[in-house]
């Protein structure tokens, strides 16, 4: 595997753009096919290449308004957003970020000309459906979509330009979250990169990349030692080989997605938190826990890479407002984490664990009625891949897998921590 390094300038500029790409994404700069479809392996680096291809396009041609978006406006802060304002700080490119109807990023590239990033989700159509002047799309986590957010997306698309429109789709192949994706784009059931099927008259292009095809080195070993660990036969053909699966054997498979019942904390009997500790490629993870006799309903409050324990305590403390009064659980596995947030000001406990509470969590959990507060995407997503680990022989171990899992397992140390306060309820 080698990494290229593409250098764009302009011949009365002294002013120069760096693009780092993998020679497995190179080719996909030049790519003009309507449809480009990126699926592969965690941590390939698709969602980066994706954001490299739009900056190359705003500095060589200009006059560009891209969308970046996801099912879920909100998941934007910690994924795309971030990405391009990394990017855009490495390149030495001011920009104005402005918050108003959509998330936006303008800048002019070194000949003097505008161009703008919008950042939004499909949380209410219509609005996409209102943008004027579109000149590319790029979906993130495309299996997030239902085939009709993709139909108005499309439709977003269709003004005459002087270059060329492209929908880029960047996702990992879990075929239960997506079907629809599989069967109008793609023309076998192994992944692999070349022409795809034509869609809607217009061709599509299929890319496939796994870990090893992540330019930044530290990232690709990071996630690699990650991945190269997964055991589970289903997740790794997923995740670690990039391809088409189907999860099986959930775990919680019966929790709904709701709207809070109470907005006031005095109408439930209980209110905390669980965390779950995280930095490079695991996320930190904070959700709130509400309890009403036997019923939980779990409300995602952060999901974030490199957070400190003092950025942990400064968001839970200055942002949520989480006083030193509310109690939070945490893996007790990490004994100084907890020490430094209690020394920050935050009342960390550390869960209950032994040699059977994982399964003991679980099983408790689902004596319960546990609800998924609406808006809590993260939470949904691991929910959907939380599923009992199964052996090369595709038997059972009767352990969850280790895997994309930060906010499940804060879920389990907050309410199987609290399971005494709950059965005396029932006495």
Same mark, same amino acid.
């Given at each position: ?14 002013? =120069? ?8 994404? $190179? ?6 096919? &309507? $449809? ?16 490299r291809k739009l900056l190359l396009r705003t500095w060589l041609e200009g006059n560009h308004k891209f969308l970046v978006i996801r099912k879920v406006r909100r998941t934007q802060y910690d994924s795309a957003i971030a990405t391009w304002k990394a990017m855009l700080a490495e390149e ?5 970020? &402005? ?32 943008? =004027? ?18 139909? %108005? ?28 994706i599989k069967e109008i784009f793609f023309p076998g059931e192994v992944i692999r990169t070349g022409e795809g099927k034509i869609v809607n008259g217009e061709k599509s292009y299929i890319h496939h990349s796994t870990v090893g095809d992540n330019p930044i080195k530290k990232i690709r070993d990071a996630y690699r030692l990650r991945l190269d660990g997964l055991r589970d036969p289903v997740l790794r053909k997923i995740y670690r080989e990039g391809q088409w699966a189907i999860p099986k054997g959930l775990i919680f498979s019966d929790w709904d997605i ?22 490079? %490629? ?75 509470? %994982? ?26 891949? $939380? ?13 969850? %897998? ?9 879920? /389990? ?5 609290? /399971? ?8």
């Amino acid at each position: 595997m080698t990494f290229l390094l593409v250098l764009c300038g302009f011949i009365m500029s002294e002013d =120069k753009l760096n693009i780092l790409v993998s020679d497995s994404f $190179y080719p996909l700069l030049d790519n003009q096919y &309507r $449809y480009l479809l990126m699926a592969g392996g965690k941590g390939s680096g698709k969602s980066e290449f994706a954001a490299r291809k739009l900056l190359l396009r705003t500095w060589l041609e200009g006059n560009h308004k891209f969308l970046v978006i996801r099912k879920v406006r909100r998941t934007q802060y910690d994924s795309a957003i971030a990405t391009w304002k990394a990017m855009l700080a490495e390149e030495g490119i001011n920009y104005q970020y &402005r918050v108003s109807k959509r998330i936006t990023i303008a800048y002019t590239n070194s000949r003097g000309q505008p161009n703008e990033i919008l950042f939004d989700g499909l949380d209410d159509p219509e609005k996409i459906e209102s943008i =004027k002047g579109l000149t590319g799309v790029h979906i993130e986590e495309m299996t997030e979509l239902s085939e009709n957010d993709f139909t %108005v997306l499309d439709l977003c698309l269709r003004e005459q330009i002087s270059n060329y429109e492209q929908i880029i789709g960047s996702f990992n192949p879990d075929q239960a979250q997506a079907e629809w994706i599989k069967e109008i784009f793609f023309p076998g059931e192994v992944i692999r990169t070349g022409e795809g099927k034509i869609v809607n008259g217009e061709k599509s292009y299929i890319h496939h990349s796994t870990v090893g095809d992540n330019p930044i080195k530290k990232i690709r070993d990071a996630y690699r030692l990650r991945l190269d660990g997964l055991r589970d036969p289903v997740l790794r053909k997923i995740y670690r080989e990039g391809q088409w699966a189907i999860p099986k054997g959930l775990i919680f498979s019966d929790w709904d997605i709701v709207e809070l019942p109470e907005k006031k904390y005095s109408w439930y009997d209980d209110v905390w938190y669980g965390g779950d500790f995280g930095f490079s %490629v695991d996320q930190a993870a904070l959700l709130r826990i509400y309890r009403k006799s036997n019923h939980y309903w779990l409300e995602e409050l952060f999901y974030e890479i490199e957070m400190t324990n003092k950025d942990i305590a400064n968001r839970m403390k200055k942002i949520l407002k989480i006083s030193y009064d509310e109690e939070s659980i945490w893996d007790s596995a990490e004994p100084k984490s907890i020490r430094e947030l209690r020394d920050y000001g935050v009342n960390a406990i550390p869960a209950e664990k032994g040699p059977d509470s %994982v399964k003991a969590g679980i099983k408790f959990m689902k004596e319960c009625h546990i609800h998924i507060v609406k808006g809590s995407y993260n939470l949904e997503k691991e929910r959907k891949t $939380y599923k009992i680990a199964e052996d090369r022989n595709g038997k059972p171990t009767g352990k969850p %897998v280790e895997f994309n899992n930060h906010l499940m397992s804060a879920a /389990r140390y907050g309410i199987y921590t609290k /399971r005494k306060h709950v059965a005396q309820v029932f006495v």
